[in-house]
């Protein structure tokens, strides 16, 4: 048993990039065996072409920057039928309105750039809890973000109230290991979360580097990984899921 694979698009200034330990300023045009192109319409090919993998997670860093959200990408992407979970900077309704509006299927919602639970529980409440990703964004296993609005706010705390708010999606996400092959080093949180909360859809991402982590999530009770590197390196391969 092997946890689901998604690939992941890093969309910065118009290109596919690579991420490297969440040190977004160091981020460059992707190298990868899958494409020769950058742009993210062809990169997500690539991923269907090699992969048959159409549920895709765009990470679009400038929206978490704080610039506008790349809506035309997200139109594109859809109208070559993918699926898509946006990462977009989402900080309250608002923002999250502007991403619905484009019809993507997820919108993720990271703790890095949400402005507290209440704002996390307003979106389940009008947009569903198929519908919102809850991004457990952390760094060196320490959470990102505003975080004096939460109750306990260490990573086991947020997650438990998180779903408190209606959360049945969750991505465990450790910056520092993003690129990094090195594993994701949230097994264990994910686990305990699996444990506390066994209807909660648990996606992992960060450093994944071959099949044989895809089968050690899947046993921590994770249902779904994110990943790039190991794609456009070729250390994953479809035989691996």
């Given at each position: 048993?092997?946890?689901?694979?998604?690939?992941?698009?890093d969309?910065?200034?118009?290109?596919?990039?690579r991420?490297?330990?969440?040190?977004r300023?160091?981020?460059?045009?992707i190298?990868?065996r899958?494409?020769?192109?950058?742009?993210?319409?062809?990169?997500?090919d690539?991923?269907r072409?090699?992969?048959?993998?159409?549920?895709?997670?765009?990470?679009d860093?400038?929206?978490?920057?704080g610039?506008p959200p790349?809506?035309?990408?997200?139109?594109?992407?859809?109208?070559?039928?993918?699926?898509?979970?946006?990462?977009?900077?989402?900080?309250?309704?608002?923002?999250?309105?502007?991403?619905?509006?484009?019809?993507?299927?997820?919108?993720?919602?990271?703790?890095?750039?949400?402005?507290?639970?209440?704002?996390l529980?307003?979106?389940?409440?009008?947009?569903?809890?198929?519908?919102?990703?809850?991004?457990?964004?952390l760094?060196?296993g320490?959470?990102l973000?505003v975080?004096?609005?939460w109750q306990?706010?260490?990573?086991?705390?947020i997650?438990?109230e998180?779903?408190?708010?209606?959360?049945?999606?969750m991505?465990v996400?450790?910056?520092?290991?993003?690129g990094?092959?090195?594993?994701?080093?949230?097994?264990s949180?994910c686990?305990?979360?699996?444990?506390?909360?066994?209807?909660?859809e648990i996606?992992?991402?960060?450093?994944?580097?071959?099949?044989?982590?895809?089968?050690?999530?899947?046993?921590?009770?994770?249902?779904?990984?994110?990943?790039?590197s190991?794609?456009?390196?070729?250390?994953?391969?479809r035989?691996?899921?």
């Amino acid at each position: 048993m092997t946890a689901c694979v998604i690939p992941v698009l890093d969309l910065k200034e118009g290109i596919v990039v690579r991420g490297i330990a969440g040190r977004r300023d160091q981020y460059r045009p992707i190298d990868s065996r899958l494409s020769p192109s950058t742009l993210p319409g062809t990169v997500a090919d690539a991923f269907r072409e090699h992969f048959g993998l159409t549920h895709l997670y765009l990470a679009d860093l400038d929206a978490i920057a704080g610039r506008p959200p790349a809506l035309m990408v997200y139109r594109e992407l859809r109208s070559r039928g993918f699926r898509l979970w946006v990462d977009a900077g989402v900080r309250a309704l608002k923002d999250a309105l502007l991403v619905a509006d484009e019809g993507v299927e997820g919108i993720v919602i990271g703790l890095e750039t949400l402005h507290g639970p209440r704002a996390l529980a307003e979106m389940v409440h009008r947009f569903g809890t198929q519908r919102i990703v809850f991004s457990l964004d952390l760094k060196e296993g320490q959470p990102l973000g505003v975080l004096d609005m939460w109750q306990q706010p260490d990573a086991d705390g947020i997650a438990n109230e998180a779903v408190v708010c209606g959360v049945r999606q969750m991505i465990v996400l450790d910056l520092a290991h993003v690129g990094m092959d090195g594993g994701t080093g949230t097994e264990s949180l994910c686990q305990r979360l699996a444990t506390t909360h066994p209807d909660l859809e648990i996606v992992a991402g960060g450093g994944v580097r071959d099949g044989a982590d895809l089968r050690r999530l899947a046993e921590h009770g994770v249902h779904a990984v994110l990943v790039a590197s190991a794609l456009h390196d070729g250390r994953l391969s479809r035989a691996d899921f």
